[in-house]
C-alpha cells in the first residue's frame, strides 16, 4: 500500500484533490469538469524492487482541452508520491483510442518541464505488440534510489523482451 499526503499535494496543486475511498486512488475536477483519477497500484512487472504502475483516467470520457492546471496537479500528485514513497513508478498509456503515442509525448513534456527532472530518472519505450499496435511506457524512479541500477536494468531487459517477441 502507498501513502500520499493530499493536504501536501493541494498545497502545491492548482485543482484540488481529494482522496477517494480506495487508498491508492486520487480524484479532481478541472475548470471545464473533466473528472479525473489517479491510481496507484502495485505491479509486478519488475520483480527487483516494489513497483506501482501510475494511471491517469478521464473519468467520464469528457474532451479535455490543454489545461496546464491539469499538468501542475498531476505533477504535485506525482511529487508527493515520491516524497512519501520513494518507489518506483510504471506509466503505461492506454491504447484504446489510438492516442497512446500523444500521451506518451505529453507525460514527457509534463515531466521536462517540472522540478522531477533534477530528481527522477525518467525511461521511456515503445513496444508494438502482435497486431502492430505500439504501445508505449515510461519508468519513473528517484536518482538516488537504493534500487535505480536494478530497477533500470530490469525495465530495459523487460522492454527487449517484450520487443523481441
Known amino acids: 500500500m502507498i501513502t500520499l499526503d493530499v493536504d501536501k499535494i493541494n498545497q502545491h496543486s492548482p485543482y484540488k ?45 469528457v474532451k479535455s482541452p490543454r489545461d496546464w492546471k491539469v499538468r501542475d496537479t498531476i505533477i504535485s500528485i506525482i ?15 492506454e491504447t484504446g483510442d489510438g492516442k497512446q503515442s500523444m500521451r506518451s509525448r505529453l507525460f514527457r513534456s509534463w515531466y521536462d518541464s517540472s522540478v522531477l527532472r533534477d530528481e527522477i530518472v525518467f ?4 513496444i508494438p505488440d502482435e497486431e502492430g499496435i505500439v ?19 530490469e525495465f530495459r531487459t523487460t522492454v527487449e523482451m517484450f520487443r523481441n517477441k
Open 123 to 126: 525511461l521511456s519505450a515503445s
Open 17 to 61: 484533490v481529494y482522496a477517494t475511498s480506495r487508498t491508492s486512488t486520487l480524484e479532481f475536477f478541472t475548470d471545464y469538469d473533466v473528472h479525473y483519477a489517479i491510481d496507484f497500484i502495485e505491479d509486478d512487472l519488475i520483480q527487483s524492487a516494489k513497483v506501482y504502475q501510475f494511471g491517469i483516467a478521464n473519468v467520464d470520457n
Open 79 to 93: 511529487e508527493n508520491f515520491f516524497l512519501e514513497n520513494q518507489r518506483a513508478l510504471l506509466y503505461i498509456c
Open 135 to 153: 504501445n508505449y511506457a515510461s519508468l519513473m524512479i528517484p536518482l538516488f534510489s537504493d534500487d535505480l541500477e536494478a530497477v533500470v536494468n
